[in-house]
């Protein structure tokens, strides 16, 4: 891999473990406010709502700029965001400009490695990226939760500069200082991302033209028999996972009696076995196999299910890591794959965006859902089941389909062969 690479595999890990701590602090800012329980699954929805309103017109942006520079711009705005916690805006609001941040960010750092590597490196950068975003949830996880400890916030409100008063007064404020400071290595790192020299021209600018052209590629992605099928379980994949982090949460808190700093670990633990899982995938689940992974996300969904019997956290531990592996085992192969047929059907950086736009939309509904059923105040281990038995119903819907493709798809080969 060229040095450039591994300086956009360091901005990327220190922007996503800012993104992920800063979310947990969020949560304990939203509990210190007595805000009600709903709120807190909006904190993820008002940050992936920027990736919906804006898919049309990221790409362009990404594409407008050299990509570090991009990067660097997008980072501040994240910046922008943590500062208006330490002006007393509500968290809701100030995370949501976080995601407006992190939505112009993604097309830039997957566009990159497309300018910066040839195409037989593709596939192991996106896993070294992908790999690394991982554990920048799992460390990020960890560390909002260390930083919301009481032993340790009151640790940073005791040390004291000899020259600065920074003016941190409250826990919450500690924890911010530190995020800023991961925010501020991220864009230390943007500013040493080389420019590759690839230039786009050809920008569309009519907003109109620019929302025309991305509902051409949503429908050329849906209409393809492999896409349609790669795109419909990430699309479940992200909606699912985005949830379970509050759920485990919120099970925690009700059956093991955990405290949310120490809850946030067990959100690690998930992310631990998401990254056992691709591993997995990676090694032994080829491009062409990647289909024969499916069933994995039905056992996936059954096994969610089984939260509801535990009360011990050793046991919630190796249930924890082996949803998280079967997730990660069927989910990185369908990322391949969807990735394979978007390269082929467009460009890379359109493919990104109809990706994100659906990932996030089925996030927002989700995570909505979920909302709701918090603010009627129903039972943590029903939600679970439900949660569990639409995942495994989904994943069997989608198999079926599939099925259903291939058939017409034999039937046609076998016209053609009786034709010639």
Known sequence: MKRGFYTIMAAQFFSSLADNALLITAMALLVSMDAPAWMTPLLKLFFVMSYVLLAAFVGAFADSLPKGKVMFVTNLIKV????????????????????????????????????????????????????????????????????INPKVSSALLSLDFPVFDFGIDSPTEAALLVITGCYALAAAFNLRIPDTGARYDCQQRNPIKMVTEFAGCFRTLWADKLGQISLAVTTLFWAAGATLQFIVLDWARTSLGMPLNKAAVLQGVVAVGVALGAVGAARFVPLKKSLSVMPLGIAMGLVVTTMTMVTNVWVAYPLLILIGALAGFFVVPMNALLQHRGHVLMSAGHSIAVQNFNENLSVLVMLGLYALMVSFQMNIHLVIILFGLFVAATMFMVMRRHQANQREFDSIALIGEHKH
Not at 121 to 140: D, K, M, P
């Open 80 to 147: 922008a965001g943590c500062a208006l916690m330490f002006a007393d805006v509500h968290p809701l609001l100030a995370y949501a400009a976080v995601g407006f941040g992190a939505a112009a960010y993604s097309p830039a750092k997957y566009g990159i490695l497309t300018e910066l590597l040839p195409p037989d490196r593709l596939v192991a950068a996106n896993g070294w990226i992908e790999g690394l975003t991982i554990t920048s949830i799992i460390f990020g996880t960890v560390l909002g939760g260390t930083l």
